[in-house]
């Protein structure tokens, strides 16, 4: 059976509606499917009526940024239930981000680029995410004529801005809104679910030694199939899981259609996530 157990919508860092991506997964034959927007569960409602409608199975899901001691690192949590102190959770999460984006934008802005600080940041109800940020500075075109000059290019990437102008030291950081994993897992036990470390390969996570410690405070499983991964971290990622017996899991990381003439326009043109191939994912997804 296909699954995705990672994708985004608007409401977080995404481009599609929670409809719309619901309607994008059935074209591409998904049976069960998390949105698992960053730091928000606002989108969870659409996207169950969505998925109900496309006979799609919807998996409560969230993607968090959490810290444990000095270390920094996404966690996918499932299954959770609705409650106000989750809301409460997420809500200083929330805030916590918009400020420190309004803090970016005042830097980027004393750099010389045109931007209405509060209008932007009030404009977001809940994630704030690095990639619409961009996009609204980029809607101004002294903002990409000055890039493109700075940069010296003639097409403006977006992984270029991110590293020039928002994780410049000599203009500002945006950084996350790190919540702590042990506030988390206090949290799970009330209202139940799977903790699961989020593509560990991608930022070089995937330690026994690590692994080992999430689990000893309450982690149950491991995204294996990541288009964040090579096959080499594929093969360790199971390897460990099968080891450590974690739950396996997969995503796509789904967020947008990419602006390219070429054929390959997102991770699901050449990458599908069976079911068959994780290991006790079926706690996760049901039969």
Same mark, same amino acid.
């Given at each position: ?63 968090l940024y959490v ?21 409460? #959770?997420? =809500?200083?999460?929330? !805030?916590?981000? *918009?400020? %420190?984006?309004?803090?970016? @934008?005042?830097? $980027?802005?004393? &750099? ?93 996570? #995937?330690? =026994?030694?690590?692994? !080992?410690?999430? *689990?000893? %405070?309450?982690?149950?499983? @491991?995204?294996? $199939?990541?288009? &964040? ?30 602006r390219t003439k ?26």
């Amino acid at each position: 059976m296909l699954i995705d157990l990672q994708v985004h919508s608007t409401y977080s860092d995404g481009y599609l509606t929670p409809s719309e991506l619901a309607e994008f997964l059935k074209s591409r034959g998904v049976a069960a499917a998390s949105l698992t927007d960053h730091n928000t569960i606002a989108g969870q409602e659409e996207f169950f009526r969505a998925c109900q409608k496309e006979k799609i199975k919807a998996i409560p899901g969230l993607e968090l940024y959490v810290k444990l001691g000095g270390r920094k690192f996404n966690l996918l949590w499932f299954n959770f239930r609705d409650d106000p102190a989750l809301h409460s #959770l997420l =809500r200083e999460s929330q !805030l916590r981000r *918009k400020s %420190i984006a309004r803090r970016m @934008l005042k830097a $980027l802005k004393n &750099h010389g680029f045109k931007i209405k600080i509060n209008a932007t940041v009030d404009k977001y109800a809940h994630y704030i995410a690095i990639n619409h940020l961009i996009d609204d500075m980029l809607k101004n075109p002294f903002n990409r004529k000055k890039i493109k000059r700075e940069l010296k290019v003639k097409i403006i990437r977006e992984d270029e801005v991110i590293r020039n102008f928002f994780r410049n030291p000599e203009i500002g950081v945006l950084r996350e809104s790190y919540l702590n994993v042990k506030r988390v897992i206090a949290l799970r036990k009330k209202l139940g679910g799977q903790l699961i470390l989020n593509h560990p390969g991608k930022y070089n996570q #995937l330690k =026994r030694d690590f692994l !080992l410690k999430l *689990k000893k %405070i309450g982690f149950e499983g @491991l995204e294996v $199939l990541s288009p &964040h991964h090579n096959l080499g971290t594929v093969m360790y990622a199971q390897s460990l899981a099968r080891e450590l017996k974690f739950i396996s899991t997969g995503g796509s990381d789904f967020h947008k259609f990419e602006r390219t003439k070429s054929r390959v326009k997102c991770s699901h043109d050449y990458y599908r996530i069976d079911s068959d191939y994780l290991n006790g994912v079926k706690k996760i997804i049901g039969k």
